[in-house]
């Protein structure tokens, strides 16, 4: 069992910066494939990043890609999304998610993936 919990979201303005963090319990952290993805009012919850295990592989949507960095730190059991250059329509609840322990982050874009759930941060870019 792994419980998962969001912070740093926030309102920022367009081309600001955030740092989202998600804590994990447990001893078995190092071994799950982590990620994050994001949900807008009215809309599905969309893949926004994933990284392996030991952080070897990282995978990205093409929204955000050159935007967004997600990072772990296994021996703090966290992984982080560092956003850069926000626009308005990353306006989200953004939610952390462990998964299987896999080689390559490009195959965990699929939220039915992931067993574990965070319940989100709210992150707000206003124009």
């Known amino acids: 069992q792994v419980q998962l919990v969001e912070s740093g979201g926030g309102l920022v303005q367009a081309g600001g910066s955030l740092r989202l963090s998600c804590a994990a319990s447990?001893?078995?952290?190092?071994?799950?494939?982590m990620g994050w993805f994001r949900q807008a009012p009215g809309k599905e919850r969309d893949f926004v990043a994933a990284?392996?295990?030991?952080?070897?592989?990282?995978y990205y949507a093409d929204s955000v890609k050159g935007r967004f960095t997600i990072s772990r730190d296994n021996a703090k059991n966290t992984v982080y999304l560092q956003m850069s250059s926000l626009k308005p329509e990353d306006t989200a609840v953004y939610y952390c998610?462990?998964?299987?322990?896999?080689?390559?982050?490009?195959?965990?874009?699929?939220?039915?993936?992931?067993?574990?759930w965070g319940q989100g941060t709210q992150v707000t870019v206003s124009s």
């Open positions: 990284i392996t295990w030991n952080g070897a592989n990282k």
């Open positions: 447990g001893r078995t952290f190092s071994r799950y494939t």
């Open positions: 998610a462990a998964g299987p322990l896999i080689s390559v982050a490009y195959t965990m874009t699929e939220p039915k993936r992931y067993d574990y």
